[in-house]
């Protein structure tokens, strides 16, 4: 059943629509994932300690899955103003599955996450500072605390078109802030030298057995003070349009 938070929310919009991998839209992602309806994100519901009023900024929706009968948080990924995939996001930290990427080619070529948030945030910034982060919620730490960062949405979906989409947002400095296990290790070594001529390239080596969300607040604040990382407050973006 649909809760107390879903019911009082009056702009429920149905998807019905047959999914076609090669025609990604908003009512395919839907259908895929059978979610009978989706809000913008209630400013008064947090998630996963995220307050409201920033998952609203990020464009998050807040959505009912009717294949598992739960409420999920849908992160749409949006790039150069075009819809190119989402993420399912579970409400719940404790879920054995926290995030399904929409699957298609759209998480290798165009999986940065969150593209427009970064791109609205980057001009109010002293210098062009960009953070590349394995999973959406890492991002999502260091924008909390102003910080530019993108999602490659996994170790292993780096490729050339994320570098030329990520090329286009101007970077001054990319910093690498993968996770402290060999996973984040083998991402560096792809992404790195693929860097090379086109950007200033850092490595931020997190202690061991940490990533961006789960390393101790007082070391990211420190890192960013030692090595000037430009940041700004999240620029809110509206996602609503997509919803109609």
């Not at 990604?24 to 989706?38: K, R």
């Not at 078109?161 to 286009?168: A, I, P, V």
Request: aromatic content about 10%.
């Amino acid at each position: 059943t649909i809760s107390a938070d879903l019911q009082q929310v009056e702009t429920w919009v149905p998807r019905r629509v047959e999914y076609q991998p090669e025609t990604l839209d908003v009512s395919g992602v839907f259908d895929y994932w059978n979610i009978e309806f989706a809000t913008p994100w209630l400013t008064v519901k947090q998630w996963r300690g995220f307050k409201g009023q920033f998952m609203y900024d990020i464009g998050a929706w807040l959505a009912f899955d009717g294949r598992n009968e739960l409420q999920v948080c849908i992160l749409p990924v949006i790039v150069q103003d075009e819809f190119c995939g989402a993420i399912n996001a579970s409400l719940s930290s404790k879920s054995l599955l926290k995030y399904k990427n929409m699957p298609g080619d759209w998480v290798k070529d165009y999986g940065l996450f969150p593209y427009n948030v970064v791109e609205a945030m980057l001009p109010n910034c002293e210098s062009r500072d960009i953070v590349l982060v394995e999973g959406p919620r890492d991002a999502l730490r260091l924008l909390r605390l102003g910080i530019p960062a993108l999602s490659i949405l996994g170790t292993n979906n780096w490729s050339q078109q994320k570098l030329e989409l990520l090329l286009t947002l101007e970077p001054d400095r990319v910093i690498l802030m993968m996770d402290a296990d060999s996973a984040g290790v083998k991402a560096q070594k792809a992404i790195f030298p693929a860097l090379e001529g086109f950007t200033i390239r850092k490595i931020c080596k997190l202690p061991e057995g940490h990533d961006p969300n789960s390393v101790p607040i007082e070391f990211l604040r420190t890192y960013v003070r030692q090595h000037n990382v430009a940041h700004t407050p999240v620029v809110p973006v509206d996602t609503s349009a997509l919803l109609i």
